[in-house]
């Protein structure tokens, strides 16, 4: 007698052993073709998508320039294309109404860079806060590929302080002379705050140096350090004993020296810039003629920044110095990009550096690359402008 209750049986078996069977089969035919988007152990997704390396010069070019513009949100049918008179293709894009041009910059130089793509050149034309970014790029050398790249500013209003981290230089202890290095200082295509101490042999033909090539101008305040005498500011210096009226007396004195000061910072200091009652006097004094002042941190309890605070007064204080004792070229140059960090982390940086030949030889090489990843070099008194919110910086790397 045969069951009739097999071929039933066999229906109700038949889906629990064909269905697991057919996901094992699944799943194996799956990591034997390896998807890209399959997190397999060993294999690291790549941070952001890649240019095939299989096309050619003009193609691979072509699209590091859609990667790239993709990279800021924009997609491929946003952006026009079109060609010049000598043949070379020109992409256009615009920026996204939250993405400031600066901003997209460096995301672009990371895609070309990634693509072997060669920025021949990124001018910027148009208003500051909105400008437009012009690329010339190539791949494959001289006889390679071309293209041209305009990147337009948003239609709306970007987010500057996010866009443009902003990086202040001041040069202390000029005035002694006016030698080559001092004069390349001064030369460079780099917005600087020149700090000049007062009375010096050429305080006076630096400070007109200065002025004549835009740079701030700053009275670099003598103040008594610790350990004074075996530590001398100089001959007219604020000291820690001294009293409000002798003070202002003594900074009437030094002004004077000066055409104009835009404001000033302290030279040593580590001992009179803790004493409440002097710092009070130093910072009435340079409210009364509307000067910026800048803390240098020559101590980690210098009073110069929290009392200008308590005052509500325009104080800034610096970050890191550009040049501790012994640094060279390649740890000026660190400390550099450090402070490129500090702009890009909160918005800007105060950096100290010194007249000399390492400062000088860095500022040269790092400040065009620090440009070009758009690190925005100001002066003190333009740094001071832009900022109307309290300075959350820490104390100084090497005080």
Same mark, same amino acid.
């Given at each position: 007698?045969?069951? %009739?209750?097999?071929?039933?049986? $066999?229906?109700?078996?038949?889906?629990? $052993?064909?269905?697991?069977?057919?996901?094992?089969?699944?799943?194996?035919g799956l990591v034997w073709l390896q998807p890209d988007w399959l997190p397999l152990p060993g294999r690291e997704?790549?941070?952001?998508?890649?240019?095939?390396?299989? $096309?050619?010069?003009?193609?691979?070019?072509?699209?590091?320039?859609?990667?790239?513009?993709? =990279?800021?949100?924009?997609?491929?049918?946003?952006?026009?294309?079109?060609?010049?008179?000598?043949?070379?293709?020109?992409?256009?894009?615009?920026? *996204?109404?939250?993405?400031?041009?600066?901003?997209?910059?460096?995301?672009?130089?990371?895609?070309?860079?990634?693509?072997? /793509?060669?920025?021949?050149?990124?001018?910027?034309?148009?208003?500051?806060?909105?400008?437009?970014?012009?690329?010339?790029?190539?791949?494959?050398?001289?006889?390679?590929?071309?293209?041209?790249? /305009?990147?337009?500013?948003?239609?709306?209003?970007?987010?500057?302080?996010?866009?443009? *981290?902003?990086?202040?230089?001041?040069?202390?202890?000029?005035?002694?002379?006016?030698? %080559?290095?001092?004069?390349?200082?001064?030369?460079?295509?780099?917005?600087?705050?020149?700090?000049?101490?007062?009375?010096?042999?050429?305080?006076?033909?630096?400070?007109?140096?200065?002025?004549?090539?835009?740079?701030?101008?700053?009275?670099?305040?003598?103040?008594?350090? =610790?350990?004074?005498?075996?530590?001398?500011?100089?001959?007219? #210096?604020?000291?820690?004993?001294?009293?409000?009226?002798?003070?202002?007396?003594?900074?009437?004195?030094? #002004?004077?020296?000066? =055409?104009?000061?835009?404001?000033?910072?302290?030279?040593?200091?580590?001992?009179?810039?803790? /004493?409440?009652?002097?710092?009070?006097?130093?910072?009435?004094?340079?409210?009364?003629?509307d000067l910026v002042v800048v803390d240098s941190q020559t101590s980690p309890n210098s009073r110069i920044w929290?009392? +200008?605070?308590?005052?509500?007064?325009p104080v800034l204080r610096a970050d890191l110095f550009l040049d501790g004792e012994g640094e060279d070229e390649?740890?000026?140059?660190?400390?550099? #990009?450090?402070?490129?960090?500090?702009?890009?982390?909160?918005?800007?940086?105060?950096?100290?550096?010194?007249?000399?030949?390492?400062?000088?030889?860095?500022?040269?090489?790092? +400040?065009?690359?620090?440009?070009?990843?758009?690190?925005?070099?100001?002066?003190?008194?333009?740094?001071?402008?832009?900022?109307?919110?309290?300075?959350?910086?820490?104390?100084?790397?090497?005080?």
């Amino acid at each position: 007698m045969t069951s %009739r209750k097999q071929p039933g049986g $066999l229906r109700r078996w038949f889906p629990r $052993l064909v269905l697991p069977l057919a996901l094992v089969l699944a799943l194996a035919g799956l990591v034997w073709l390896q998807p890209d988007w399959l997190p397999l152990p060993g294999r690291e997704a790549e941070p952001y998508p890649t240019v095939a390396r299989d $096309l050619d010069d003009a193609e691979r070019l072509e699209e590091a320039i859609l990667l790239g513009a993709g =990279e800021m949100g924009v997609p491929r049918r946003r952006i026009a294309r079109k060609r010049a008179d000598d043949g070379v293709p020109i992409y256009e894009v615009r920026c *996204p109404d939250r993405l400031h041009p600066v901003t997209a910059n460096r995301w672009l130089h990371r895609v070309f860079a990634d693509a072997g /793509v060669e920025v021949a050149d990124c001018a910027e034309r148009g208003d500051l806060e909105r400008p437009r970014l012009l690329y010339r790029l190539r791949l494959g050398g001289e006889g390679g590929a071309r293209a041209r790249l /305009v990147l337009y500013p948003p239609t709306g209003q970007p987010p500057l302080r996010e866009a443009w *981290p902003r990086v202040a230089v001041i040069i202390d202890d000029l005035g002694h002379n006016w030698g %080559r290095v001092t004069r390349g200082l001064l030369d460079l295509d780099l917005p600087l705050t020149a700090s000049i101490l007062p009375g010096l042999r050429r305080s006076a033909r630096v400070e007109r140096e200065a002025r004549r090539r835009g740079h701030a101008v700053f009275l670099h305040l003598p103040m008594e350090p =610790e350990g004074y005498p075996s530590q001398d500011p100089g001959p007219r #210096a604020v000291f820690a004993d001294m009293g409000s009226d002798s003070v202002a007396a003594l900074m009437d004195a030094l #002004a004077a020296d000066f =055409e104009v000061i835009d404001g000033l910072n302290n030279h040593m200091g580590s001992r009179a810039c803790c /004493v409440d009652s002097v710092v009070r006097a130093v910072l009435a004094w340079a409210a009364r003629r509307d000067l910026v002042v800048v803390d240098s941190q020559t101590s980690p309890n210098s009073r110069i920044w929290a009392l +200008g605070e308590e005052m509500e007064l325009p104080v800034l204080r610096a970050d890191l110095f550009l040049d501790g004792e012994g640094e060279d070229e390649a740890q000026v140059m660190a400390n550099l #990009a450090a402070a490129a960090e500090v702009a890009r982390r909160r918005g800007w940086a105060v950096t100290i550096g010194h007249p000399r030949k390492d400062t000088l030889a860095a500022l040269r090489k790092m +400040g065009p690359r620090l440009r070009d990843y758009g690190v925005r070099f100001v002066t003190i008194t333009e740094m001071a402008a832009s900022l109307r919110e309290a300075d959350p910086s820490p104390p100084p790397a090497r005080p």
